[in-house]
């Protein structure tokens, strides 16, 4: 099957699939999210949609949308932050997430503001939205093609010969839609999904105005190359080696990701590397206003998840990750980001 049937298969499967099946997040899951390592995280981020909310007029009937929101962590920490910085804003929100485990979760944590669980985007009403997407386009499925001397193949999972175990190989015949030019072996990534989404936010957003906040980890020039991997109990493991069992991810290709967004007719801000975009909105102050009341112990930890959100080098997330935005034409400045050409 195409890589694309498999990652699907694997992460959205009703009965078997990775997310229907557990809750990945934190030290007994498989991996962490910035959203766990620090409430500064989602504090930050609840700022973001304030200062957005108010460069949108302010409107009375927000829907605050966020995609994947895990435990909802990142949001219970937003909507902290929100009702300080803009106590007027009763939005109403709508979470994308296709795990009954992780709804559950959700729901526990956020049953204060009573939300509505969405399977897509698609069914979110109308009207003006902020979206928060936190490693969310990561996990979607991806198409990927292998350069041979005939051409692009699709790269598909099947049996060894012996049916022993599951390996890689190439579709029967190459694609002729693809032209690109390069080397034999070459992989290139085709994020159709991810892609998808963006066009469905980009249009609703244009026409219901509102933005998008992506955060995720990637790259902002196109190219070449294979990001595929899997992670289980924090360590990268063969992606298959145990279909449903690990957590399959690639790198988001920010610059498709624009690119579909500007054909719909959306502003794109970013993006943007995350230590710049958080710095940018207070981080800084904030994790001094946090240790100014913390004991000895607490300190240590506030300087060393500043540190993990930050950090440029391998192993922080701070240039890893990535930052961007799209809006409705009419915003031309978002805060923590730059201000676009157009």
Not at 324 to 334: F, G, H, K, R
Request: glycine share 10%; hydrophobic share 45%; charged share 20%.
């Amino acid at each position: 099957m195409p890589l694309a049937r498999y990652m699907d298969v694997c992460l959205g499967h009703p009965v078997h699939g990775y997310y229907r099946t557990r809750d990945p997040l934190g030290a007994a899951g498989d991996f962490t999210t910035a959203p766990e390592i620090s409430q500064m995280f989602g504090e930050l981020v609840g700022i973001w949609i304030a200062a957005t909310w108010g460069a949108l007029g302010a409107p009375g009937d927000l829907a605050l949308v966020e995609l994947g929101p895990g435990r909802g962590t990142l949001m219970q920490d937003a909507l902290r932050a929100l009702a300080r910085a803009a106590p007027d804003l009763r939005p109403h929100l709508h979470l994308v997430e296709t795990s009954p485990v992780l709804r559950a979760a959700q729901a526990e944590r956020l049953a204060a503001v009573r939300p509505t669980w969405h399977e897509t985007v698609e069914t979110v009403p109308p009207g003006p939205a902020l979206v928060v997407a936190n490693e969310f386009f990561d996990a979607l499925p991806v198409r990927q093609f292998q350069r041979t001397e005939r051409g692009w193949f699709e790269r598909c999972i099947g049996l060894t010969p012996e049916g022993e175990r599951l390996a890689f190989g190439l579709g029967a015949e190459p694609d002729p839609r693809i032209v690109h030019q390069a080397p034999v072996g070459v992989i290139l990534t085709l994020p159709g999904a991810a892609l998808d989404t963006v066009r469905i936010l980009a249009r609703r957003l244009v026409r219901d105005r509102g933005a998008l906040l992506s955060i995720d980890y990637g790259h902002t020039q196109p190219g070449f190359g294979d990001s595929l991997q899997a992670v289980a109990q924090h360590r990268f493991v063969d992606p298959l080696a145990a279909p449903g069992e690990a957590d399959l991810t690639t790198h988001v290709d920010f610059s498709a990701l624009a690119r579909a967004a500007s054909a719909e007719g959306a502003r794109v801000h970013g993006p943007v590397d995350q230590r710049d975009f958080l710095q940018a909105l207070g981080l800084g102050a904030r994790a001094e206003r946090l240790g100014a009341g913390a004991t000895p112990q607490q300190a240590v930890r506030i300087a060393a998840a500043v540190s993990r959100l930050t950090d440029p080098t391998r192993r922080g997330m701070g240039s890893l990750f990535k930052v961007m935005a799209i809006s409705d034409p009419a915003l031309a400045a978002l805060p923590g980001l730059p201000t676009p050409d157009r």
